[in-house]
T-cell receptor, first 113, second 112 residues
Framework: EAGVVQSPRYKIIEKKQPVAFWCNPISGHNTLYWYRQNLGQGPELLIRYENEEAVDDSQLPKDRFSAERLKGVDSTLKIQPAELGDSAVYLC???????????FGSGTRLTVV | DQQVKQNSPSLSVQEGRISILNCDYTNSMFDYFLWYKKYPAEGPTFLISISSIKDKNEDGRFTVFLNKSAKHLSLHIVPSQPGDSAVYFCAVGGNAGNMLTFGGGTRLMVKP
């Protein structure tokens, strides 16, 4: 079984530029999460999808961040424009539902210079 | 205000000895508790979990203990191996774990 696939693995951009991350969850996993992990800290939830519906996006900075999950499968997370403080690892995870842990992807390490 | 805290940012243990990683949480409504392990340049991987109806769950060298009255979770690894060197995150969830809140992590170093 393929795991959660994220791309790109690394991204370096200048501030004020846009950036997008892509996630392909495990087949059949209805729940998809985007987390942000700053250096030396634990992952923090940005948004959670149940199928194609965003059910928890309270921590997503909506002035610059957006996400979508078309057809309830793949998801993209976009930042426009990026700021220096956005430098972090962006983790995607999926879950088959309640009572199950997450499976994380390898993450995208974003560096904004 | 952090809901989940791992107060030890790092821990160093000799190979063969026991590693004990600790985690405290604030919300008594949490009912699902997990430990994740993370190697550099990889995403966290699920290690072991426990629900609030239990106080202990064991899987090989890994045992998770839950003290609900103290709102405390711990992970015991025995015997510790150099390959266990990684960052360990505790995570807690309500509604049987459909949304998890993570601690800040503890970096475990197991010395040969």
């Amino acid at each position: 079984e393929a795991g959660v696939v994220q791309s790109p693995r690394y991204k370096i951009i200048e501030k004020k530029q846009p950036v997008a991350f892509w996630c392909n969850p495990i087949s059949g996993h209805n729940t998809l999460y985007w987390y942000r992990q700053n250096l030396g800290q634990g992952p923090e939830l940005l948004i959670r999808y149940e199928n194609e519906e965003a059910v928890d996006d309270s921590q997503l900075p909506k002035d610059r961040f957006s996400a979508e999950r078309l057809k309830g499968v793949d998801s993209t997370l976009k930042i426009q424009p990026a700021e220096l403080g956005d430098s972090a690892v962006y983790l995607c995870a999926s879950s088959p539902g309640q009572g199950h842990g997450y499976t994380f992807g390898s993450g995208t390490r974003l560096t904004v210079v | 205000d952090q809901q989940v805290k791992q107060n030890s940012p790092s821990l160093s243990v000799q190979e063969g000895r026991i590693s004990i990683l600790n985690c405290d949480y604030t919300n008594s409504m949490f009912d699902y508790f997990l430990w994740y392990k993370k190697y550099p340049a990889e995403g966290p991987t699920f290690l072991i979990s426990i629900s609030s109806i239990k106080d202990k769950n064991e899987d090989g060298r890994f045992t998770v203990f839950l003290n609900k009255s103290a709102k405390h979770l711990s992970l015991h690894i025995v015997p510790s191996q150099p390959g266990d060197s990684a960052v360990y995150f505790c995570a807690v969830g309500g509604n049987a774990g459909n949304m998890l809140t993570f601690g800040g992590g503890t970096r475990l170093m197991v010395k040969p």
